[in-house]
């Protein structure tokens, strides 16, 4: 359990209502000093704007130096080890003072259905998936349903027993990880509280559950329907287990190699990692779980997570970091978690310019924010936007809140509005209208995630249903291929095989024999950290190629040791193939993984994987190589060696991943995996690295200086090689793009048509109520079709990819992504495809006029298999 020093709540703040501000600052930078953890037994943008109109007051804070300009990378280190940046720190941080906060409620952003492109959704009975036409769901009905009869509900309880509903009951007084207490009685003019539970890949701290595909592999697929799919699955089993609120999906930007959570996310491209968020919510959601967007904002790497400020202008923000929430929202997610780390020196929990300005009031959110656990800073921090203090507890059994007495108090002395207090249990239970979770058939928890032996309170529900078969699916469908040379691949029954990694076959102890999976001697199906769950089973490569070399009639050997070199380079000889399998491991801080603290301390292969690579490779001329990585990894030593024959790039599969290698390896499945991050030569060609240094009492300064240049975008306009670009993947066949056409979209009904002519006019949107998610900023406005054909001898799906390349005049990268889609096309056959895109797609954040607004100059779009593979390209019309 990581360190959580113990602070003094300030619970008789409310005697200081008026006070000077230095009173309440002293306070409130004593409290922030306290380090939060994970959920575990650990859990573990501006600065403070003047407040929104919501909100009246006037914030000052203390000054923070900003540190000098990073160093730029040299090109020099081909190891992948990582000299991490250590800037200044400084102790202050912007606090919100002392003051009398009046409240009026955000209006609920308003627009008309328009058939075919804004229809009424149910987030029970999303529609399905759609590549090829883009539609804007309007959550607006369903909202204002759940909101009627959550303000009903809240009308009828008094100033505490709301101020509970905002409250958790503190760390290990429940069952979840999280709980709300209920308002007796639990129904009628009663409440039944909350459940809340991890994890992005599966339930957690509980059995006979499914421990799914990472994230990152989810992006990997590049496939909305699958990604919609692992999502309902996960909905299904988390609304099984009775959790109210799913805490997930996770999408942090994987802004830097070595982030310790990256494997949870989505990837580096913002737009990748909002369409997987997006149809991740929609999945759950459907299922009748409320789902929960995180970590919100900012939160990219685990070095110091509680005591960094991440340091990042106003146009980055809203065009990279907050795009994945803007999507979250318009999936019509119930519920966004804050982040430990300050933004811009003000913590983000109660940084009212990224809470009300830019989450509830730009992008029109209507549910309610909830705190990363122990990340509640003060409790003014409900003025600033926060609604839900979880797990309700200062630091872990302290005992004390914020929240609960102190709000109360707040509100008693005049300080907080009554109305703000409603307004935080009104978003709270309208969630819960939201999902239909007030019907008498949705379950209790029937689970105890911190006495899991405990048969009186764990009710053993087996909730796993077919779901193995869609964590194969997406597993197989997630393998990028990236080496495949002399016809290594597919594997057509071959007479010897040997297996040679530990990561090949099974942990000494079984897949759980490390909490919270903080550390592997095995296959590396899952990150470590709150982000996982514990496996039912899991399928290793040796039991899957095992069954398949029985069916073949080949031999079969192994050696799962990754140290013996000698051994490993004998058994390699006169073998058919050689597969080596190696991994490398990240996770959340709490747990130290051989001196990897969360973020792994460099890109180098865990377990001496490169020396068992080269051993391997010296006496076999078909060294197969399968990795299995949270993240990027630097190949550079072994990667062009004559006898390294393939590589395929299995990132964390989850329960069946022995099945989906084994399958994409003799070729059951072609594979159809892109890389949704890049992989470097060398690891300082990478535009961001972890910030070290600091200490429990200093902010650390960790300075986002690359702004909107991250990964891809950052090695297009450096002219920087990479070994393998962003969207790179190979097929066992070969495809031909051909006919682009680019033409606009002329909608049945012009929407907003005031707004459309400002903006093809070059003039910026006017910041409203939920304006950033407006239908005529992302209804189509222009689509690309062109055909593909598969040119090669087998069936097979291509990834096709869509960049946009905007006037140099506009800042923007050379390349960006907008749009991709998923095809199958057998050998000899052509298809048509379209991808649509909107006028968001097309805009840039104007910092001084806060809008959007399209960029003067030419607008090309290209068209390809990756960002450095572009096969078609036209001007916008």
């Avoid at 941080?93 to 009398?100: F, L």
């Avoid at 003000?346 to 009212?352: K, L, Q």
Wanted: proline fraction near 5%; charge should be negative.
């Amino acid at each position: 359990m990581a360190s959580l020093r113990s602070i003094l709540i300030p619970f008789i703040l409310f005697a200081f209502a008026k006070s000077p501000l230095s009173s309440w600052g002293a306070l409130a930078v004593d409290a922030s000093s306290s380090a939060a953890g994970s959920k575990t037994g650990v859990s573990g943008s501006s600065t403070a704007s003047a407040f929104s109109s919501h909100s009246s007051v006037s914030t000052t804070g203390s000054s923070v130096r900003v540190p000098p300009t990073l160093a730029s990378s040299s090109s020099s280190n081909p190891t992948g080890t990582l000299s991490s940046t250590q800037p200044p720190t400084e102790t202050g941080r912007s606090t919100i003072p002392i003051s009398d906060y009046s409240f009026t409620s955000f209006p609920p952003p308003t627009q008309a259905v328009v058939a075919g492109v804004f229809p009424s959704a149910d987030p029970k009975n999303p529609p399905a998936a759609q590549a090829d036409q883009k539609v804007v769901l309007d959550f607006g009905p369903a909202w204002a349903a759940a909101y009627k009869k959550a303000k009903a509900k809240v009308k009828e309880f008094t100033l505490e027993e709301k101020v509970k509903v905002t409250t958790g009951v503190g760390w290990m007084n429940g069952r979840c990880v999280g709980n709300i207490p209920g308002i007796q009685p639990a129904h009628g003019t009663g409440w039944p509280g909350l459940c809340l539970q991890d994890s992005p890949t599966g339930v957690r701290d509980t059995d006979f559950v499914t421990a799914f595909p990472a994230g990152i592999n989810a992006a990997a697929t590049w496939n909305l329907s699958l990604i919609r799919l692992r999502g309902r699955a996960m909905g299904r089993e988390h609304a099984g287990k009775g959790v109210n609120i799913a805490l997930g999906p996770m999408m942090n930007m994987g802004r830097q190699a070595q982030g310790g959570r990256n494997w949870e996310g989505f990837g580096v491209d913002p737009f990748l990692s909002g369409e997987a968020a997006y149809e991740t919510i929609l999945g759950m959601q459907s299922a009748g779980v409320q789902a929960c967007a995180k970590h919100y904002i900012n939160n990219e790497q685990e070095h110091n997570r509680t005591t960094e400020s991440s340091d990042v202008d106003d146009r980055t923000q809203h065009e990279i970091y907050a795009h994945p929430f803007l999507r979250s929202v318009m999936a019509g997610v119930a519920s966004v978690m804050c982040s430990y780390n300050l933004v811009n020196d003000t913590y983000a929990c109660e940084n009212d310019k990224m809470l009300n300005n830019v989450l509830k009031h730009e992008i029109g959110f209507r549910g309610f924010v909830m705190s990363d656990w122990s990340a509640t800073m003060s409790t003014l921090s409900a003025v600033a936007g926060l609604d839900m203090t979880m797990p309700g507890d200062i630091t872990f059994g302290s005992g004390t809140s914020y929240f609960g007495s102190n709000l109360t108090a707040f509100v008693n002395n005049g300080t907080i509005s009554s109305s703000r207090v409603d307004d935080m249990a009104t978003r709270i239970i309208a969630g819960w209208y939201l999902l239909g979770q007030d019907a008498s058939s949705y379950p209790q928890p029937n689970f105890n995630a911190f006495l899991p032996d405990d048969e009186a309170t764990n009710d053993r529900v087996d909730v796993q249903d077919d779901h193995h078969d869609v964590v194969k699916m997406i597993g197989t469908a997630s393998i990028v291929l990236l080496k495949n040379k002399r016809g290594a691949l597919p594997l057509q029954k071959p007479r010897t095989l040997v297996l040679i990694g530990n990561d090949a076959g099974p942990g000494k102890a079984g897949p759980n024999q490390f909490a919270d999976q903080g550390g592997s001697d095995g296959i590396l199906a899952m990150g470590w950290g709150s982000g996982t769950t514990n496996f039912t089973y899991l399928i290793t490569p040796l039991e899957a190629i095992q069954a398949r070399a029985r069916k073949d009639k080949t031999s079969i050997s192994w050696l799962l040791d990754n140290f013996d070199l000698p051994m490993a380079g004998n058994v390699a000889i006169r073998k058919s193939a050689a597969l080596v399998f190696i991994n490398s491991d990240s996770g959340e801080d709490y747990i130290t993984v051989d001196g990897n603290e969360g973020d792994r301390k460099n890109l180098t292969a865990w377990h001496g994987g490169d020396d068992l690579i080269l051993a391997v490779a010296a006496q076999n001329n078909n060294t197969i190589v399968i990795v299995n990585s949270v993240g990027p990894l630097i190949m550079e030593p072994w990667i062009e060696h004559p006898n390294v024959s393939a590589v395929i790039w299995a990132g964390l599969q989850g329960t069946e991943a022995g099945t989906s290698i084994m399958e994409v390896l003799y070729g059951d499945w072609n594979p159809s995996g892109r890389l949704p991050y890049t992989i470097a030569r060398n690891a300082l060609d990478y535009p961001a690295r972890l910030v070290i240094g600091g200490s429990s009492t200093d902010i650390l300064k960790v300075k986002y200086s690359e702004g909107l240049f991250i990964d891809y975008r950052h090695f297009d306009a450096k002219n920087i090689t990479p070994r393998y670009e962003f969207g790179f993947g190979l097929s066992y066949t070969s495809f031909h793009y051909t006919n682009l056409i680019i033409c606009k979209v002329e909608n049945s009904t012009q929407n907003q048509s005031d707004e459309i002519r400002n903006w093809e006019a070059g003039k910026s949107s006017v910041t409203s109520e939920g304006s950033s998610a407006a239908l005529w900023l992302h209804e189509p406005a222009y689509k690309a079709t062109f055909d593909v054909e598969n040119t090669g001898e087998v069936f097979g799906g291509e990834i096709p990819q869509l960049y946009v390349n905007f006037p140099r005049s506009s800042g923007e990268p050379p390349l960006v992504l907008k749009g991709f889609t998923n095809v199958e096309v057998h050998s000899g056959e052509k298809v048509s495809v379209t991808i649509v895109i909107s006028r968001y797609d097309l805009s840039i954040w104007d910092v001084s006029d806060q809008g959007w607004r399209k960029p003067k100059g030419a607008i090309q779009l290209k068209i390809g298999a990756s960002s450095r593979d572009i096969r078609l390209e036209g001007n916008l019309p």
